[in-house]
């Protein structure tokens, strides 16, 4: 062993190193499984990120004429107003900060005609709850 | 058809080794990234909404409403006076249990509204309304 010199020993190594590159091992069946995973995971899974919004609607029998309740009507011609004031989208969050601000924590009580589509409601919810409203709560006529 | 000069011999198929590395990553991507979920009875679009908090794990009643005011429980269509006394039934055995709504964007609201005070009366307390994080 102490006797080979180095490119002997040299030589050997790279003759080594092909001798084990020759049988590789096919990918093919690799491949397909993969494939088949890839597929597999691609169609089942989704990427939607998806939010939770608390609902509520007041209890039954509940007086809904008491001084602390703020009523917004969405309308279906695309409208809406804020006890009985029309208003639109953009000027709500400042007028729903308004009436918070002139006589403090305040129900609100949103009211969608009929007709109306839940997105439209949403996007109402949205404005007040980023205004800071907590008790919102959706009736219908 | 041969092209002259270039024998069997000296044709090689392509290595496989690249596709293999970028199939692996894909696939990696999709495990990690994606939520697996069972497809729904009900084709529902949620509405889009900014607010709201990130959806736990925990396991609850989920209703499903389609545009055109058709509703499921979990797994089942279901009319909704029945639907209703099947979550009473469901609240009896688990008085803490949560009811997620996943609705549609385009159902009418009051719909859904009637569809609440239904499940209030059924004893239900906390509502969650399912919606999405509109894209970027």
């Known amino acids: 062993m102490e006797s080979q010199t180095y490119t002997q020993i040299l030589a050997k190594a790279s003759n080594n190193s092909i001798r084990r590159r020759r049988p590789l091992v096919s990918l093919t069946p690799l491949v397909d499984v993969v494939f088949i995973l890839l597929v597999f995971f691609m169609l089942a899974s989704s990427f939607s990120d998806q939010r939770a919004v608390g609902l509520t609607t007041p209890a039954v029998g509940d007086s809904a004429a008491t001084s602390n309740t703020v009523l917004l009507r969405v309308r279906r011609n695309g409208g809406m107003d804020l006890n009985g004031i029309p208003i639109t989208v953009n000027q709500l969050q400042e007028r729903a900060a308004q009436f918070i601000q002139t006589v403090g924590e305040r129900q609100f009580l949103v009211q969608p005609d009929k007709g109306v589509a839940l997105q439209r409601v949403v996007t109402v919810l949205d404005a007040l709850y980023a205004t800071g409203v907590q008790d919102i709560s959706l009736i219908r006529k | 058809m041969r092209l002259r000069g270039v ?5 090689k198929e392509p290595s496989v080794v690249p596709l293999v590395n970028i199939v692996f990553l894909l696939l990696i991507f999709f495990m990690l990234l994606g939520r697996l979920t069972s497809p729904e ?16 794990s925990r396991r609850d009643l989920l209703i499903l409403v389609s545009n055109d005011g058709r509703m499921a ?48 009366e059924a004893g239900v307390k906390r509502l969650l309304l399912l919606t999405e994080r509109p894209a970027q």
């Open chain 2, 41 to 56: 009875v009900l084709d529902v679009q949620p509405p889009a909404s900014a607010s709201g908090g990130q959806v736990d």
């Open chain 2, 7 to 11: 024998s069997d011999r000296d044709y």
């Open chain 2, 73 to 120: 429980l979990d797994d089942d269509e279901l009319e909704q006076d029945l639907l209703t006394s099947a979550v009473a039934k469901f609240l009896e055995e688990d008085p803490a249990l949560r009811v997620r709504i996943k609705a549609d964007a385009d159902l009418d609201a009051v719909k859904l509204i009637r569809l609440m005070e239904q499940l209030k």
